[in-house]
């Protein structure tokens, strides 16, 4: 597998013994909740879905918070979205 600048080349067989050439491009985002970081990460997920077609995985990269007056006031989930190329 060949990666450069959030896009991923892979190669699978197909039916014939031929390989073909798969792109997948990764993009990363935040997702912000105020209910946990697992929420966040929906919502990071959900977001991506609503104009990103073909998303196959998804990786957690950190999480963080935002405090307000001592207390958790916003969870924030940094992810990787990884979706195939349409051709």
Partial sequence: ?????????????????RYLVAVIKTISLVGLSTESWDDA???????????IRGISAMEVLDTSCSVKDGTIAEYQTHVRIRFRIER
């Fill in 1 to 17: 597998m060949v990666t450069a600048r959030g896009v991923s080349l892979g190669w699978s067989l197909s039916c014939d013994g």
């Fill in 41 to 51: 990460a929906r919502q990071a997920l959900k977001e991506a879905s609503r104009t």
